[in-house]
């Protein structure tokens, strides 16, 4: 007997500039320019007993306000990888779930004896990190779609010294000399959605939650959303939200909206 096996994978990259020029209700005027970078690969297999669902994305962009230096405004490398049986609608999973920043990151402080307001560098590579692996089950649809529901899931992640919310110092397993390390066992969620509508209009989003416990202090969330329409072969308008919520590095919801017009490359097989 033959054995059903479909393997297919796609590649979408886009580089975007931005120029924004405003005035405010105070006359003050307020110009800032922003580039940014986005990849997003996808490999898919499904056949008869097995399948798997790999992603990796890597965004990066850049804000700079005129008369003022650049600041790194995104900056992401995820890595998902989902594997799980087949036969039925919701099949057992295991998954592994990767994600840092490339660069470090700065905040500002000021500087009493220069008497000046300095940008201060924290992190890296691997600085924050977070790894979770996963046992669970998935609901696919749509295809290219599906959510993963890992009831065991083990996580483990670093957060930069200087930045880290004094209520989880003294929770580290280890204090390195840049960061603290923390582990954490408890339940995730996980949706990845592909969906077209139409030959113009595409549906993009990365969703994960992590929490062993109901409260601000034991839970994460990180959301990207895409809503895409194609105006042409290569160029595009994007809507891209994203949402992220770390206790680690504060209790407040990180927000950001943004609606641009683009080159766009995009790849299927």
Do not use: C
């Not at 297919?8 to 970078?37: E, R």
């Not at 416990?213 to 939200?241: A, C, E, P």
């Amino acid at each position: 007997m033959n054995q059903l096996r479909v393997l297919n994978s796609s590649l979408y990259g886009s580089l975007s500039a931005s120029y924004a020029s405003s005035s405010n209700w105070y006359g003050q005027d307020l110009s800032n320019f922003a580039v940014a970078a986005n990849l997003l690969y996808t490999n898919n297999l499904f056949a008869d007993s097995h399948n798997h669902s790999h992603q990796v994305m890597l965004d990066l962009g850049y804000l700079k306000f005129v008369d003022s230096t650049w600041e790194k405004s995104l900056d992401q490398l995820q890595v998902n990888l989902l594997w799980n049986t087949t036969g039925k609608r919701i099949n057992t999973s295991y998954t592994v779930s990767f994600g840092t920043q490339f660069l470090p990151s700065s905040y500002p402080e000021y500087d009493f004896e220069q008497d000046i307001l300095i940008e201060r560098a924290y992190g890296g590579f691997l600085n924050p990190f977070n790894l979770q692996l996963g046992y669970g089950g998935v609901f696919s649809f749509w295809g290219k779609s599906n959510i993963n529901f890992a009831f065991a899931t083990l996580q483990v992640s670093s957060s930069p010294k200087g930045i880290t919310s004094p209520t989880f110092i003294d929770a580290n397993v280890i204090e390195g000399k840049r960061a603290y390390y923390f582990m954490n066992y408890g339940f995730s969620i996980a949706a990845a959605i592909n969906k077209p509508f139409g030959d113009h209009v595409q549906w993009v989003n990365n969703t994960r939650f992590f929490g062993n416990g109901l409260d601000r202090d034991h839970v994460n969330l990180q959301l990207s959303n895409m809503v895409i329409v194609k105006l042409w072969k290569y160029l595009q308008l994007r809507f891209d939200t994203r949402l992220a919520y770390n206790p680690l590095l504060n209790y407040q919801m990180q927000f950001r909206q943004e609606a641009l017009i683009g080159f766009f490359y995009e790849r299927q097989k």
